[in-house]
């Protein structure tokens, strides 16, 4: 069987990475990178690191409009796939590069597996809700990382072919945390002591495109004490452009973007992390770091429940408060997303396929 797997932004390598491990033992895989994430270093960084091989093809599609995007991606992965002729299709997530992929394969009648199906955050003015939605509903195989994404599949009326595997994403921190111990020295190199720092990202839309929240964030980190802060291109862009980059004060290290070993030993020795990923929230909650989500609604809904993760939007007041204050019950931590066999559970159904 031949498999393509398509990916194009860095959380999209984190959950190749043990899959493509695993598909290659008994089937030929070709990967797809649509170049969504366009930094080469960065990417050569991530797909090194994890020991992920080298793309098949690199469609440099980069940035543009949500519309833009999907189309040149559309059109340059049908090209590939009509002449490469794959079996099934693999996708991942729920960037546009995952709604590409999808598209373009159904509409040549190939079978497609979505990885990571499921995940609601009910809100459609988050342009991930519309991909994840749109993608599960035009996939033959849906692997679930919880039986909360298998609810959500069934009440909108998907019967057949849901799977419940586990989170990939467990797979990968299971297999790189240990390697990340021995190999980073991130922390020595910018003088942190575990514990003693506060760790933030910001990269969504909603945030990144919108001054008042920007402002708001800005202006939170900043009353906060001592914050590590892996700047996002595109993040970094729109500070500048609203002129909140030289309001940034002393509390704030900012670090150009990292490894992901060198992230995981970031999250693991942070007090608390800050930020608006999805990834992350989930990866804080494996670590048993508490998390406060810069958003009103998370589609990692589990890490709420759990006492994990609090959601607190973009208000000043509420970021400082719990930042300072927020704790969760250590004696609530159930290990929802699986035991780290994710790759294994879709390689095996896959192999069912045929």
Excluded at 47 to 61: A, H, R, S
Excluded at 328 to 337: A, C
């Amino acid at each position: 069987m031949k498999i393509a797997s398509i990916v194009g932004a860095r959380p999209q390598f984190i959950k190749l990475a043990p899959l493509s491990k695993e598909i290659r033992k008994f089937f030929e895989e070709l990967v797809i990178h649509t170049g969504q994430h366009y930094d080469y270093e960065m990417n050569k960084q991530f797909f090194d690191e994890l020991k992920i091989p080298e793309p098949d093809y690199n469609l440099d599609v980069g940035s543009g409009t949500h519309a833009e995007q999907t189309g040149k991606m559309m059109m340059r992965i049908e090209k590939i796939l009509q002449k490469e002729e794959p079996e099934l299709v693999v996708v991942f997530g729920d960037t546009n590069s995952t709604l590409a992929g999808a598209l373009a394969s159904v509409k040549l009648h190939i079978p497609v597996a979505h990885v990571e199906a499921g995940l609601r955050c009910f809100d459609k003015k988050v342009p991930e809700e519309i991909n994840r939605i749109l993608t599960d509903h035009c996939s033959d195989f849906l692997f679930c990382p919880t039986k909360t994404s298998v609810e959500n599949l069934k009440k909108e009326g998907i019967k057949e072919n849901i799977h419940l595997v586990g989170d990939i994403m467990v797979d990968t921190l299971k297999q790189n945390l240990k390697i990340a111990e021995q190999k980073s020295r991130i922390l020595d190199k910018l003088k942190l002591e575990p514990g003693e720092y506060f760790l933030a990202t910001i990269h969504r839309a909603e945030n990144t495109d919108n001054y008042e929240n920007l402002k708001n964030i800005t202006e939170a980190f900043c009353e906060i004490k001592k914050i590590v802060l892996p700047l996002h291109p595109r993040t970094e862009k729109k500070l500048k452009e609203y002129k909140l980059f030289e309001k940034l004060c002393r509390n704030i290290k900012i670090i150009p973007p990292i490894s992901y070993l060198d992230m995981l030993i970031l999250e693991k020795n942070a007090k608390k992390i800050l930020t608006d990923s999805g990834g992350i929230q989930k990866e804080a909650y494996i670590l048993k770091v508490p998390c406060i989500t810069l958003r009103e609604k998370t589609e990692w809904v589990e890490t709420v429940e759990d006492g994990w993760n609090i959601l607190v939007g973009t208000l000043k007041e509420k970021i400082i408060k719990n930042a300072n204050k927020f704790m969760p019950n250590i004696e609530d931590h159930k290990m929802r997303f699986g035991d780290g066999k994710t790759s294994e559970r879709i390689t095996k159904i896959i192999g069912g396929l045929r």
